[in-house]
């Protein structure tokens, strides 16, 4: 059985006062694709923030490799845990490979140049984002979806065995969406990465999902297998809409068809 990496329980979080998430327990093993869903506005990105630490939680306690994650240092922290969130604003303008180099901070001393490995990690993580040809680029001139693909890559330049994505394929073409998924996928296959995505394309999280956690209203309310989870009844009361659900022939996997009410009879 695999080993848990990330242990949450009875966490809450409030903003001002008002309650965004509460009693949340989740755990997601080593090696494991785990998706965090639910409609906008139920807490995912809260979820993910009080997991790394740009936020702090009212109660509960978050574990990583058994470690309470709060007591961790930022470099011990950083080496265990890459994080890529909906943000992607850089306060000062780099050049693309620049920004992906950042990736690099948690494994070098103050003062210490950047070496021919570095360079060699940063080069192969702007490769697998089909961003080699712009690494000279100014960062602050790229579109959304580039911005993005630049900012997974310094993920990946971190060399962290455990990612936390924030809605990754927010702003990304299908190919790039396909792309950046498949390689998470193979890495957590063949070496044992660990992630745990916000994913907003239901679609999506049961191509690539070993295993779903759904919130709503600031609450996880079901968990499982996505086929276990994302039947057309739950996918109906979480988010109102009909649809239809079936294992497609191809991929083994679930396949859901939505029905808006301009198509039901």
């Keep these: 059985m695999a080993e848990t990496r990330l242990e949450i329980n009875n966490l809450s979080f409030s903003y001002t006062g008002t309650v965004t998430i509460d009693d949340i327990a989740l755990n997601v093993k080593r090696g494991e694709f785990t998706g965090l869903i639910g409609p906008n506005g139920c807490g995912k990105s809260t979820v993910l923030k009080n997991i790394y630490r740009a936020l702090t939680p009212a109660a509960g306690s978050i574990t990583l490799d058994g470690k309470d994650i709060f007591k961790m240092r930022s470099r011990e922290a950083a080496l265990k845990l890459a994080v890529v969130g909906q943000e992607n604003e850089v306060p000062f303008d780099f050049l693309v490979e620049e920004i992906v180099a950042m990736g690099r901070s948690p494994h070098k001393k103050l003062f210490d140049a950047d070496t021919a490995e570095d360079a060699a990690v940063v080069h192969h993580a702007l490769e697998h984002l089909g961003m080699e ?6 960062y602050k001139h790229l579109s959304g979806g580039e911005k993005q693909r630049v900012l997974i890559a310094r993920a990946i330049a971190q060399e962290s065995n455990f990612l936390i994505l924030d809605e990754p394929a927010n702003h990304l073409d299908i190919s790039y969406q396909i792309k950046i998924f498949d390689f998470l996928k193979r890495r957590s296959a063949e070496a044992g990465l660990t ?21 709503k209203e600031g609450r996880i309310i079901l968990s499982g297998a996505p086929e276990e989870v994302l039947t057309p009844e739950n996918i109906f009361s979480i988010f109102g809409v009909h649809c239809d659900a079936a294992i497609h022939p191809a991929t083994g996997k679930l396949v859901i068809a939505y029905i808006p009410a301009l198509f039901q009879r």
């Design 133 to 138: 040809s712009m690494a000279k680029r100014n």
């Design 195 to 215: 992630v745990l995505s916000a994913i907003h394309d239901l679609n999506m999280a049961a191509l690539y999902c070993d295993r779903v956690y759904v919130m």
